[in-house]
């Protein structure tokens, strides 16, 4: 399922203690995400290639935008988005992808 692309104001965010620090959050069609990231406005195209990949990988990512910035949400659900809050060094679009791919592989390795 393709990431949506929602307008910023239509969301409710707040902040929560997750990982020894303070976290971004959003609620949005009863379901919690975390920012996972965050870039200008002239960068959204970017972005929404990179949340379009990473979706493609079963996360479910949702994007919001405002005239200041644009974040990609992680769904609170999906425990590649929950590992990067707990290394929070880690937490870019980038190091996401990286974190699907190890999640690929472990489970191409431990099938059920």
């Known amino acids: 399922m393709l990431p949506l692309v929602i307008d910023e104001q239509q969301v409710f965010t707040f902040k929560f203690w997750f990982g020894n620090q303070i976290q971004n959050g959003m609620h949005f069609q009863n379901e919690l995400f975390c920012q996972i990231g965050i870039v200008d406005p002239s960068q959204r195209s970017q972005m929404y290639q990179y949340a379009c990949k990473l979706s493609q ?20 659900r999906d425990e590649t988005v929950k590992q990067l809050l707990i290394n929070p060094d880690q937490v870019s679009l980038t190091s996401l992808s990286t974190a699907v791919q190890s999640k690929e592989n472990f489970v191409s390795q431990n099938p059920d």
């Open 57 to 76: 990988h079963g996360i479910t990512l949702v994007l919001t935008c405002s005239p200041k910035h644009c974040r990609v949400w992680g769904s609170l």
